[in-house]
């Protein structure tokens, strides 16, 4: 069956020169040529004339298409078994994973309420001026003197698995470590910002995080808070420095080590 209508003139094109010719051929037999050609030429074209409105009625009838009724209305379903992708970017891990030294450490999104950076965050490497999300850091200064010394880590017992600590240290001449934990490139809002206290013994009573004086030894294994501070588009980070309070040296000469530690371990912003 012809699909277009240059096919169909080819066709009806054949079919009428093998007409015409097999009635040549009959008429030179019968010796009838000229009116057998006159009935030939009319028979032609009143075929050709049919065999137009039949196509153009074939052609009409297909470009309709399937009737609605003979269409199959089951949705296709994926195969249960191929792997579906999504655009949707995944939600970022509760905690701050345990990552090297030297990396910096940024969560995408701003859908968390709870922020926390602990040890296990970057000790090193260059912060972001704007970051986009929320970036951590932790890093510490080190004391001038050896008796004192560097902070020595405890792989578990952290808020988040890793933490450090110090002696304490004892003598007016003494120089201390001490820590920085930053949160930056938070979403605007106010945070109830806290620190967390590993559950250890030797804890020192006096350790000084910024403006405020906690007593670790009372508060092992606990969250103690801080207070409140905003975050606007102007200040977008929550710093925290801990260190022991010079007061604490006592007015001693000379530096010796003390058998109460000070525990370094997480800060927490909890949006409110």
């Known amino acids: 069956m012809p699909t277009s209508w240059p096919e169909f003139l080819l066709v009806a094109g054949v079919l009428a020169l093998f007409g015409l ?7 030179l037999i019968n010796q ?10 009319a028979l032609c074209a009143v075929g050709f004339v049919a065999a137009s409105v039949a196509f153009a009625a074939y052609q009409a009838v297909r470009s309709a298409g399937p009737d609605a009724a003979d269409v199959d209305a089951t ?45 296990n965050s970057s000790t090193t490497g260059t912060m972001p ?16 003197n050896d008796v004192i010394g560097e902070i020595r880590y405890e792989p ?35 945070y109830e910002v806290s620190v967390h206290v590993p559950d250890v013994p030797n804890l ?28 606007t588009d102007d200040n977008r980070e929550i710093g925290v420095t801990q260190s022991q309070p010079h007061a604490s040296f006592g007015e001693s000469s000379g530096c010796r080590r003390s058998e109460q530690r000070i525990a370094y371990d997480a800060v927490r912003a909890r949006k409110v």
């Open 129 to 144: 001026e704007h970051p986009s999300s929320p970036t951590y850091r932790y890093w510490y200064y080190k004391s001038a």
């Open 21 to 27: 010719a097999g009635n040549i051929v009959a008429g």
């Open 156 to 190: 578990s017992g952290g808020a988040t698995g890793r933490w450090g600590w110090v002696p304490v240290a004892v003598g007016r001449d003494c120089t201390v470590p001490y820590v920085m934990f930053s949160l930056t490139g938070l979403p605007k809002g106010t």
């Open 32 to 41: 009838k040529i000229p009116s057998l050609h006159v009935r030939t030429v």
């Open 75 to 119: 949705p296709t379903t994926a195969d249960p078994a191929a792997p579906q992708s999504s655009s949707a970017a995944p939600r970022p891990s509760s905690g701050t994973p345990n990552r090297p030294d030297g990396s910096a450490s940024a969560t995408p999104g701003h859908t968390r309420t709870e922020y926390v950076v602990s040890v």
């Open 204 to 231: 020192a009573d006096q350790v000084e995080y910024g403006e405020t004086i906690v007593d670790q030894a009372a508060n092992r294994g606990s969250w103690v808070s801080l207070g409140r501070q905003k975050v």
